[in-house]
C-alpha cells in the first residue's frame, strides 16, 4: 500500500497555486466541502477548536477528497508537531517563527531521521505502508508563519533552511508586531509584507499569503503559490446578496 499523495505539497513543488481554505472546523463540513475542488483544508489549532481528540475525524474528512489536510498547532513544539502528524496530519502550520533555528525546530519535529528527529511512530497516514518514515518524509508539508517584524528582519537567514515547503507571511499579526493592531490595510505594514514576499520569491523558496477574492490575482502576479482563504467573506456576501434580493 501507498501513502496518500500529499497534493498542496505536490502542487507547490511543481510551482502551481495551491489554493487552501480556512474557518471550515467540523469532519461533516470538510466532508460536504470536499466536491468545491481546493487542494487543501487548514484545520485552526492555534486559534480554533481541534485538538488531537479530533484530529481523527477532520483528518480522514480530508482524505475522502484527496484535500491536504493542513493543521496550525499553537506553539514551535517538536512532540506537539509530530503528535498532530500521528494523528493523521498531512501538513503542520508552526506560527511565530522569527529566526533560524526556530525554523529548524520545525523541520526537526516534523520530519524522520535522518532529516530531523520525529519520535519514531507509525500514524494514522500510515497504516499499511511499506518503510513509511522514508515515504513521510517525502510527504509531509511543512509551513512557517512570518508574522512577526523580528521575523521579516531574519527573513534572510529563516530561508536557508532546508526541508520547509512554504513561508507564509501573515499580515495581521505582522501588523500588529509593527503598532499596527487591527490595521493590516496600514501602508507600511503593506510595504513590509509585499517586501517579504520579494524576498521568499527571489530566494527561490515558495511564499504564501493570506488571499481574498479581490487579492488573489494580484498575489498570484507577484510569486505567491500558496494561497489561504477564509469562508467568512464568502458567507458575509453571500447572505448580504440573498438579503438584498429577497427584501428589495
Not at 511499506?130 to 508563519?145: C, R, S
Request: charged share 25%; net charge negative.
Amino acid at each position: 500500500m501507498q501513502i496518500r499523495p500529499n497534493r498542496v505539497k505536490r502542487k507547490l513543488a511543481a510551482g502551481e497555486v495551491a489554493c487552501v481554505v480556512s474557518g471550515i472546523s467540523s469532519a461533516d463540513d470538510i466532508e460536504a466541502f470536499g466536491p468545491n475542488d481546493f487542494d487543501g483544508i487548514w484545520i485552526e489549532g492555534e486559534h480554533g477548536p481541534a485538538d488531537p481528540a479530533d484530529m481523527g475525524d477532520l483528518t480522514r474528512a480530508c482524505d475522502i477528497w484527496g484535500i491536504t489536510s493542513v493543521v496550525r498547532v499553537n506553539r514551535n513544539d517538536q512532540n506537539l508537531i509530530y503528535r498532530t502528524l500521528d494523528r493523521g496530519a498531512q501538513g503542520i502550520v508552526v506560527p511565530h517563527v522569527n529566526t533560524k533555528e526556530e525554523a529548524i525546530n520545525v523541520v526537526e519535529g516534523g520530519k524522520f531521521g535522518p532529516i530531523g528527529k520525529r519520535g519514531m511512530y507509525t500514524g494514522r497516514q500510515g497504516f499499511g505502508v511499506a518503510d513509511y518514515p522514508k515515504v513521510a518524509n517525502d510527504e509531509t508539508l511543512l509551513i512557517v508563519l512570518i508574522e512577526d517584524i523580528v521575523a521579516v528582519e531574519n527573513l534572510e537567514e529563516i530561508l536557508t533552511v532546508d526541508h520547509i515547503d512554504a513561508f507564509m507571511v501573515a499580515p495581521n499579526d505582522l501588523a500588529s508586531s509593527m503598532g499596527y493592531t487591527g490595521e493590516m490595510n496600514h501602508p507600511e505594514a503593506v510595504a513590509v509584507k509585499d517586501r517579504a514576499l520579494r524576498t521568499i520569491v527571489d530566494a527561490g523558496r515558495t511564499a504564501g499569503s493570506l488571499a481574498f477574492n479581490h487579492t488573489a490575482a494580484d498575489l498570484v502576479s507577484q510569486g505567491v503559490r500558496l494561497l489561504l482563504t477564509p469562508v467568512a467573506p464568502w458567507l458575509a456576501e453571500g447572505a448580504a446578496a440573498f438579503l438584498t434580493k429577497a427584501r428589495g
